[in-house]
Structures are given as structure tokens and as C-alpha cells.
């Protein structure tokens, strides 16, 4: 029996949070605990009255074409209004900047992005856009963070003593404090 080499011993790092979001349709046993858990959290403190401005100094940006900015979608309006109320400040920009071009865009896309913001939140595109474009800057991306076939939409029932959309608001909170904290 031979032992595996250092280099093989290193070869893929974990999956971030967001990577995790993005790649599986439904949630692991531990990032459903910890943004359950975190969610109760956050609704604790909205309740003591306590505003919990945990994401103060944090700039997320919400990708959306010019066309869909006059229309706001639910989930965006969600991301946005959960965001701004943990204290981040949040920005609209044109999907065409994410770098859907050639290599050399991508490249610069990648590299100008994460001095920008913290987390992207794409409202167009497909998961494997969202994902290349994680795994390109290195700052978490949402596919319409809370949207329809978003997979937190799945653990809405599980908050105990919070319902329905403040559930969901709690949640994508929760989201980006875990991923942004």
C-alpha cells in the first residue's frame, strides 16, 4: 500500500458556501443547521431590537439588465432590502460587466471585480456562468439569492416561529453573513 503523494494530498480545495449554493440543488446537512441557525439569530436580534449591522463596510452588487432595472423581481428586491438592513451597501450593475466575452475580458473581469464588491447576486444567466464567474474572483456569487429555485427556498418551513417571507428574508440574510461575516 503506498501513501498518496503531498500534491495529491492538496488537490482540491473545499467548496466555499456560495460554491455549495451554486453547484447543488439541494442543501447539505451543515450549511442547513448553520443558516437555520443563523437565521434564528437574526431574527433574535431584530426582535431585542437590536439592528444587526453585521455587513457594515461590505459593497454587494446586483447584476440585472438595463431593460429589467424599471421591474424590480421579488428576489431582488429581497437581496436588496436584506443587505441594506445588515448594513452593506448595495449596487446595480450591468450583467455585461461579469465577463460572458472572450478570455482575455474574463480575465480582467476577474481581477477588477473582487477590488469592487464583496458578492455579486446575478438576477440572469445559468448556474454554471455564476459559478465560473465564483470561481474566477474569488468573491461569492448568488443566482438570484432567494428567487424561485433558489435552495433556501427549501428550509422556510424549518424557522421555527418565523413565517412565510420574513422566513425567507432571514434566510438570505443568513446567507450572506455566512458567506461575507
Keep these: 500500500m503506498s501513501c ?50 453585521l455587513l457594515s463596510g461590505r459593497h454587494v452588487a446586483i447584476a440585472i439588465a ?43 473581469t476577474a481581477r477588477l471585480l473582487p477590488r469592487l464588491y464583496d458578492a455579486i447576486d446575478c438576477h440572469l444567466g445559468s448556474t454554471g456562468h455564476a459559478l465560473a464567474l465564483h470561481r474566477g474572483c474569488g468573491v461569492p456569487v448568488y443566482l438570484a439569492l432567494g428567487g424561485a429555485r433558489h435552495p433556501i427556498r427549501a428550509l422556510v418551513d424549518e424557522l421555527a416561529g418565523i413565517d412565510g417571507e420574513l422566513a425567507l428574508f432571514r434566510l438570505v440574510q443568513a446567507v450572506l453573513v455566512e458567506t461575507l461575516g
Design 66 to 108: 438595463a431593460e429589467a432595472e424599471a421591474g424590480a423581481t421579488p428576489a431582488r428586491a429581497l437581496f436588496e432590502r436584506a443587505a441594506l438592513q445588515l448594513g452593506a451597501r448595495v449596487s446595480r450593475i450591468a450583467p455585461g460587466i461579469l465577463g460572458h466575452g472572450e478570455h482575455a475580458a474574463r480575465a480582467a
Design 4 to 53: 498518496p503523494s503531498p500534491q495529491s494530498a492538496r488537490a482540491v480545495p473545499a467548496a466555499t458556501l456560495s460554491e455549495r449554493l451554486l453547484a447543488n440543488a439541494t442543501l447539505e446537512a451543515r450549511d442547513r443547521q448553520t443558516l437555520l441557525q443563523t437565521a434564528q439569530r437574526l431574527q433574535r436580534a431584530a426582535r431585542d431590537g437590536g439592528a444587526a449591522r
